[in-house]
């Protein structure tokens, strides 16, 4: 099954889930909207958590257990990307679509909610569990001058799965995901609440740019891989930036003792569905 299918399918059974053992969730329940944008931290990028920012996306429900607890599932689909190496004469770049399922837990700092008694604003810290689909690709001149855009995991750029490096596995593009970070949260009225939040994604893989261990040479690569020969070009990139420039077998190429991360910062709406879906009902009887 396409994972991105999959995603979906298992974020409207949580959501279904939810609706079904709590008969009260219309009343607690809030359909979430949020914009933002996504950025990635990694071997190509440890300098700085918000230098190459894109547009992100997400959908979600969230549940006020009481006026300190609530509880949110949701999906978000962002872009991450780095196009200017750190390391100038590494020369490295690539792009992936992400798309997130998680289940975060919050906490707010003063009493929220509706009640007379609750407060209209507060911070809050959020934290949980996710998975996510990643595919990191990277752009070329081919030889009719053309630009193109191919996946990298395929190249087996650093050896992956080749008789010489057994040890190096190809990398799964589902994976899990930690987030976790804080937000503001104001509300409007019964009906709607904003939120502002930073948060970070903590993941277990390395290789949401490609890059990860050393450089293998390109033997391994021609001899090895389907595209050896573009697989080669792309693994190694250094002679772009410096003519006739090869990293020899064994050089660093990426720092594997550290996993990579993306982060998300965005705005968001809160509509409560007790409001909602009492609107669609009017709407309904008027037709």
């Known amino acids: 099954m396409n994972s991105r299918r999959l995603i979906v399918l298992l974020f409207l059974a949580v959501a279904m889930n939810t609706v079904a053992q709590r008969s009260d969730f219309l009343g607690r329940g809030e359909l979430v909207l949020a914009v933002g944008g996504m950025n990635y931290i990694g071997d190509l990028n440890n300098q700085s958590a918000f230098s190459t920012p894109h547009m992100a996306f997400g959908l979600g429900l969230r549940e006020r257990l009481d006026n300190r607890w609530a509880v949110r599932?949701?999906?978000n689909y962002g872009n991450i990307s780095c196009e200017k190496d750190y390391i100038a004469r590494r020369n490295l770049s690539f792009r992936s679509h992400i798309y997130e399922c998680a289940a975060m837990m919050e906490f707010n700092f003063r009493p929220y909610g509706p009640g007379a008694t609750e407060s209209t604003w507060t911070p809050y810290i959020f934290g949980g569990f996710g998975f996510f689909h990643f595919?990191?690709?990277?752009?070329?001149?081919?030889?009719?001058?053309?630009?193109?855009?191919?996946?990298l995991q395929p190249l087996c750029t650093e050896g992956q799965g080749t008789p010489d490096y057994l040890d190096r596995k190809p990398y799964p593009l589902f994976q899990v995901c930690m987030p976790f970070g804080v937000g503001f949260k104001w509300r409007?009225?019964?009906?709607?609440?904003?939120t502002a939040e930073y948060g970070f994604r903590k993941t277990w893989t390395d290789y949401l740019d490609d890059v990860s261990t050393t450089y293998v040479g390109s033997e391994c690569l021609t001899e090895n891989v389907d595209d050896g020969e573009l697989a080669a070009r792309l693994a190694d990139r250094s002679g772009e930036v410096v003519e006739g420039y090869v990293n020899a077998l064994g050089i660093k190429r990426g720092d594997s003792s550290l996993d990579d991360?993306?982060?998300?910062?965005?705005?968001s709406m809160g509509i409560s569905l007790e409001t909602l879906f009492g609107w669609m009902r009017s709407?309904?009887?008027k037709l």
């Open 188 to 194: 409007l009225g019964k009906a709607v609440s904003l």
């Open 73 to 75: 599932v949701e999906l």
């Open 135 to 151: 595919c990191p690709e990277t752009s070329y001149i081919d030889n009719e001058g053309n630009l193109q855009w191919v996946q």
């Open 283 to 285: 709407k309904r009887c």
């Open 261 to 267: 991360w993306y982060a998300c910062f965005r705005i």
